[in-house]
């Protein structure tokens, strides 16, 4: 019995494609077994992570499940060549004054492929062609210099620094060419 009710647009958009990845929709069956914590035969051995869990139930809570609201949801990080979920990437919600918030995670054993900055680059070009969407916004931690790596190569310009958090954007005029 799923908790997540079925008529979700399942069209709201098509994937995201990148040439080594699939970002798609976490579909109901995913949604609910992230949050009562199942694992699915198609995730990577690692996979999920409680970054995971969590990312699925704010989406959940956040009504972005609706179809209005499914492209500034959660999405799997799916390698191509295996059919493997390796992680979630997507929005902590609509977006406010034209800027919405993208978090990512990628499982330890599908690191340092360069796999987050390439979902990044990829869900970040495809939300700015929204309308109503002119910055993506990320926080990490001052510590986490590998999330920092990552929102660099990704094209994100630091813009604030604090003891706790620091904040990255990429507004529509600062996006990257398509090649890059």
């Given at each position: 019995?799923?908790i997540i009710?079925e ?9 995201i494609?990148t ?11 995913e949604?609910?077994?992230l949050i009562?914590?199942t ?21 959940f ?6 179809p ?5 949801g959660?999405r799997m990080i799916r ?7 390796v992680?979630t990437?997507?929005f902590?919600?609509?977006?406010l ?9 990628v ?8 796999y987050?900055a390439?979902?990044l680059?990829a ?5 700015l ?6 910055e ?5 931690e ?13 094209g ?13 954007t ?11």
């Open positions: 019995m799923s009710p008529n979700r647009a399942a069209d709201a958009d098509a994937g494609s040439e080594r990845l699939s970002l798609d929709l976490m579909t109901v069956a949604v609910d077994a009562i914590q694992r699915r035969p198609d995730w990577a051995e690692d996979f999920p992570r409680p970054e995971d869990y969590d990312a699925a139930r704010r989406a809570e956040a009504g972005l499940l609706t209005a609201a499914a492209r500034f959660m390698e191509r060549a295996t059919s493997l979920v992680g990437i997507g902590d919600g609509v977006p004054e034209k800027a919405v918030e993208v978090t990512y995670n499982v330890p054993s599908h690191r340092a492929q360069g987050a390439e979902a680059r869900i970040t070009r495809f939300i062609a929204q309308p109503h969407v002119d993506v916004i990320a926080y990490t001052p510590a986490n210099e590998i999330s920092q790596s990552v929102l660099l190569a990704a994100f310009i630091p813009q604030e620094e604090s003891d706790i958090v620091l904040r990255f990429l507004s529509r005029s600062q996006l990257p060419d398509a090649s890059a």
